[in-house]
């Protein structure tokens, strides 16, 4: 006696053919020109058959997609993410915040390839750099846009800071995601900070040495800081890499976390109207204002 | 269960946040810099009229150009006993280069008698007091000795207006007047 077959899983089971798809029954048989055998007959029939497999190919993306969905629940997150409601007068002016990450976008994947010739050390950091403009391919092209990059987040940063200020964009309830985008922008600032010096030529160092003093100028707190930066009273080895550390590794994860925070409060709060939109009077007040 | 719990978990990240924070802050309160003596030449080499340049080495491990600086050596004259000398005072006046302002190198120019920075304009004269510019106290300057007739270069140390000697400060920071209490001196100094 044979045990039962186990249950196929239902994307290995044969599907049953949509409605119309099934080939024709009533045509009268026989070998005539419109028999079952007829010529007609067969290229229909291949016709059909060059439907069905088209149709089977476009299930299997959508069956993909379904099965990571059934097992996320990703879908209606997704949904309220992308496809979510924005105000009359919605402008090119809101893609700022947008263009801003971009930027944060292109500077983490240039970083990442620039720290493959990267060498963090006094003797080795200049002449690395120098490697990577004149004899890495494409490498005078990828420092460049990390380079220029940066200059194009912090103006881009800016802009967007300022459009949200003249928009009245920080206002109730969206005071907490003016401060996170503060707090983004003192970061960003740091970034530019650290990553001056890891060219190591004379403008870098003498530019950092300044940038450490000026925070050592800072009362109370300020000789502790220069201290943390330098990692001690002097300028070491170590104060290059400890920058490094900072600008490739702290910075980015605080920053990336908070674009985060950002985006959802975004999502969660929805954009504002731009100021010259009037609000539209609701029905009961238009009436009892007549 | 659920405070164990939490208990073992507040340990488990402090075991591995303390050490961690403390390993990125320890330079704060670690005085790094050893007391080594360095040789800048023979007695011949120095008067007591002009400024002579030598380069040392501040930072021996960081090799390279990096740890090196420039400083400024004359003989001291009896106008050099500065008002917090206990004994003798220094044989030898060696001047930093580091501007008091925000750290750029100067330079002396004989002609003018002056240090000059080139980064925001200070100026310093012949002692090394502020004659002009942004800087908030006079040049640091390197405790000196003199063995088997050779100058050595010590430790370097700050001081006032007055040319009293104080613990190395930072360039930008006071040490002058009510100022000082808003920059402190720490362990790594």
Redesign the interface.
Known sequence: MTPPKPPLPNSLKRRPDRPGSQPLTGAPGGNGPNGRNGKAAVALRKQQQREKRKQQLLEIPISVVGWLDERSGVSPFLRAFMFRKTPRGTNWYYTLGSATLFAFLSQAVTGVFLAMYYDPS??GAYGSIRHIINEVWLGELVRGMHRWGATVMVVLIFVHMGRTFVFGAYKYPRELNWVIGVVLLVLTLAMAFTGYLLPFDQRS??AT??G???N??G??V???L???L?????????TLSRFYAIHMLLIPVLIAALIGAHIYLVTKLGTTAPPWLKAEKSRDLAKEEV | MSGGALAAGGIATAAIALPALGFALGPVAEDTIQDNWRDVGPESDFNATTYVPKVITIVPEVGGEVGKTTIYVRKAIAADKSPSDKGAPLPYVAISTRCMHLGCPVRYVQASQRFICPCHGGVYDYEGKVVGGPPVRPLDRFYTKVENGRVLVGKRFSLDSHLRRYKPRDPSNHVDGLWKYLYPSRPTT
């Open positions: 006094p003797s160092f003498w040495v300044v450490v003093n000026i050592a100028s009362p109370i300020g000789p502790y220069a201290d943390f330098r990692a001690g009273p002097e300028f070491t080895a170590t």
